[in-house]
């Protein structure tokens, strides 16, 4: 059965404290994996994709990279508006365009 | 676009009642999906359709739920008898197929 986990669940930093998330998987013929992030009372927010093993993506403060097992979301130098849910979604080629999300991470970042 | 648009935004019924939640996904987008969220269990896709056809509807909790998607402009999710713990936060979703979806402000049900 394919599982995602999200680690850690909850994470507290401090400003500029760098840190990173991660999404590990067991799923069959990972076709790419989705990185959303959400804010209190609203609809999760596309951050990225990542297609392949290796693969990195930036935005802002935020980095994606993928392996063949897990995704981390590294997040440099955090500011107060970094603080989100940060949600993964593996694709597979059975289950691609079908967005099943992990149970996320709650980062707060404090000044 | 005005991206995705649900309606309502906030619903609180009694028990027992039927509810209508709508969506209108971006325009020209062919997947739409219906998530459920809670505290207790995350985020959780009920219903995925594409081209207007349900593909995928074995998150749907029970047969009080049902779906549909007329056009392609236009879906709705009902809830009939509602209960209690039919509380949560629904989220409708819009995307190309494979690329990114893109989410509602969300419709908060309270059932009362």
């Known amino acids: 059965e394919d599982q995602v986990t999200q680690s850690p669940e909850a994470l507290r930093l401090q400003e500029g404290e760098s840190s990173s998330l991660n999404c590990s998987y067991t799923v069959s013929g990972l076709r790419g994996l989705f990185w959303y992030r959400q804010d209190p009372g609203k609809g999760p927010e596309f951050l990225f994709t990542?297609?392949?093993a290796g693969e990195e993506k930036e935005k802002e403060r935020l980095k994606a990279t993928l392996t063949k097992k897990e995704s981390f979301l590294h997040i440099t130098a955090p500011k107060p508006e970094d603080s989100a849910t940060y949600l993964c979604a593996p694709g597979t080629t059975d289950s691609w365009g079908k967005f099943q999300f992990g149970a996320g991470t709650q980062v707060v970042v404090t000044p | 676009d005005a991206g995705v648009i649900q309606s309502p935004r906030h619903e609180v019924t009694e028990m027992g009642q039927e509810v209508t939640l709508r969506c209108k996904p971006i325009s020209g987008h062919n997947s739409l999906f219906w998530y459920r969220q809670t505290m207790m269990r995350g985020l959780e896709l009920l219903i995925y359709f594409n081209n207007n056809v349900p593909i995928d509807d074995s998150g749907m909790p029970e047969d009080r739920f049902s779906a549909k998607m007329p056009n392609a402009s236009f879906s709705t999710l009902k809830i009939q008898p509602s209960e209690p713990r039919d509380s949560a936060v629904y989220f409708c979703?819009?995307?190309?197929?494979?690329?990114?979806?893109?989410f509602g402000q969300g419709t908060r049900l309270t059932v009362v």
């Open positions: 979703a819009s995307s190309l197929t494979g690329r990114e979806a893109f």
């Open positions: 990542l297609y392949s």
